[in-house]
């Protein structure tokens, strides 16, 4: 059994995965390694683990120790790289392309074989354009909705809400009559255009026929933008292919 581990700038997504299946046999969302632990199974056979983070060297070096330490299998991280699997990475510095983008990028590729748009809404919500030749075209960076909000909240005096009022707010989203109305659905609008803007660039940039991913812990946000494929794995069907 493979544990495979999505170290994201929120939370750590993990599954067990046997090596030759496609379908993860278990997973979760964790914030710290102990959550992973008390999600794995007694005596569950762990003969590999592999990883991509894009958190710190250090912390991601700590995260790394710690599952190794407690489960007693080396854990393969995803480095960057200029190509894989037909997809060449498109920053002047590969390096610098957030490894999670990167591998999903690889991980659509490598479903669709063609031109491709994906779209990754967590912490940061990250779109990035390959072309049919697997040649990635760059990308854009945006912040994700908790951030879009909790940017109104910490820098102004009257926005303030709860929980409740903010579950509530989204029953449909026509001009807010309340705060948490109003703030809530500014954001998912935001949210929106951002998501429909990416459609339109990748089209005049591709100008040929492409596929949508949608992916990422707030990819239910992007529900309804047309011909888009829900891919919750993505990052981690990347993983696959860069660390097999
Ligand atoms: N079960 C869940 N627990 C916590 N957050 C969740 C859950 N399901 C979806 N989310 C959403 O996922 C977002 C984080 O997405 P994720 O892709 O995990 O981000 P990152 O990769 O940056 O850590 C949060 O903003 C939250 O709204
Ligand atoms: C853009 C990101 C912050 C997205 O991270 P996430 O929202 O998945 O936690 C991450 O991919 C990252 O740190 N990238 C490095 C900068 C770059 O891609 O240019
Ligand atoms: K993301």
Redesign the pocket.
């Known amino acids: 059994m493979i544990l495979e581990l ?1 170290c ?4 750590i ?1 993990w599954r067990l995965i046997e090596s030759d299946a496609v379908a993860p046999r278990l997973g979760g ?1 964790a914030v710290g390694v102990e959550d992973i632990l008390l999600g794995i199974p007694d005596g569950c056979p762990i003969t590999r683990c592999r990883m991509v983070s894009v958190r710190g060297d250090k912390e991601t070096e700590t995260l790394l120790e710690s599952v190794q330490a407690a489960l007693g299998v080396a854990v393969v991280r995803a480095t960057p790289a200029r190509n894989v699997a037909g997809v060449t990475n498109g920053y002047r510095d590969f390096d610098r392309l957030g490894m ?1 983008r990167w591998l999903a990028v690889v991980g659509a590729f490598h479903m669709c074989q063609t031109a491709c748009l994906i779209i ?5 919500v990250t779109a990035d354009i390959v072309d049919s030749a697997g040649r990635h075209l760059g990308g854009f960076i945006a912040p ?3 951030l879009m909000r909790g940017q109104l909240l910490s820098h102004t005096r009257r926005i303030y809400y709860g929980a409740s009022e903010a579950e509530s707010a989204l029953a449909d989203l026509g001009p807010g009559k309340s705060t948490a109305e109003a703030v809530e659905r500014g954001c998912i609008m935001m949210l929106r255009a951002y998501v429909n803007a990416q459609v339109e660039e990748a089209r005049s940039l591709l100008k040929s026929d492409f596929v949508v991913y949608v992916t ?3 990819a239910a946000l992007a529900a309804g933008l047309p011909g888009a494929q829900f891919v919750p794995d993505l990052v981690f069907r990347g993983l696959a292919v860069a660390c097999p």
Request: aromatic content about 6%; charged content about 25%.
């Open positions: 999505d994201g700038n929120s939370f997504k969302i999670d990754d809404l967590g912490t940061a994700g909705i908790g990422g812990g707030d």
